[in-house]
């Protein structure tokens, strides 16, 4: 007999989390609701939650610039309150953590240039992204880990993983990691596209690979 590949209750990770996709888009932004799925999955998967028998009651969506949305939780003991559900189904990394943060601090260079460049420059229509065509952030971020030492990764982790402090995770000034990333980042070339021509640029490195 098949194993089945249950991950939370009759759901394995995938259909998880195609489930609380499509539940989620019967509710608007800012409107506040319930869900004992969501609720159930951050008690007993979410990290800190499940150690510390916190469980949220409900839940909004606000909307966020560049993402789909930011999520909220309302908890007893520390009222509204910013938590994942998907990463209750799927734990970064600590690198992708670190990753993540390096994306953060580049959103001024990357606000600024789709300031200047409106259009896509591929082929004329409005742009909604910049992609990193020389070197492609990906490389920046693996060149920018190599310079975190043993001290610097039990920083990022004490850091990163108090879910107490309501504010996005952010790297220190005199993280190397930061430092690395940021001046690279002056000589980068970026393209201002469309989500086409993004798509088209990701196939044509893959072939060129």
């Known amino acids: ?21 499509e539940l989620l888009k019967n509710y608007d932004f800012n409107q506040e609701f319930e869900s004992e799925l969501i609720s159930d999955l951050i008690t007993e998967k979410h990290y800190y ?34 938590i994942s559900w998907n990463q209750c189904i799927y734990p970064k990394s600590k690198e992708n953590i670190v990753k993540d943060a390096l994306r953060k601090a580049i959103e001024p260079d990357i606000s600024e240039y789709k300031r ?11 742009s909604k992204e910049i992609d990193h065509i020389e070197p492609e952030f990906d490389v920046i971020a693996q060149q920018a880990l190599k310079t975190l030492s043993h001290k610097d990764w039990e920083s990022i982790m004490i850091d990163s993983f108090n879910f ?30 469309c989500k086409k021509c993004h798509q088209i640029n990701a196939e044509e490195r893959k072939n060129n690979q």
Not at 61 to 79: A, D, H, I, T
Not at 116 to 126: A, I, V
Not at 164 to 190: C, G, M, Q, W
């Open 164 to 193: 107490l402090i309501k504010e996005e995770f952010r790297l220190p000034d005199n993280n190397p990691a930061l430092i690395y990333t940021l001046e690279a980042h002056k000589t980068v070339k970026l393209q201002a596209v």
């Open 116 to 126: 200047q460049h409106p259009k896509c420059e591929r082929c004329g229509k409005l």
């Open 49 to 82: 939650c499940a150690c510390h028998g916190l469980r949220p009651l409900r839940f909004r969506k606000e909307p966020y610039p560049g993402r789909c949305y930011n999520f909220f939780g309302f908890f007893l003991s520390l009222g509204w309150h910013p």
């Open 1 to 21: 007999m098949a194993k089945l590949d249950h991950f939370f209750k009759d759901f394995n990770k995938t259909k998880l989390e195609k489930h609380i996709q």
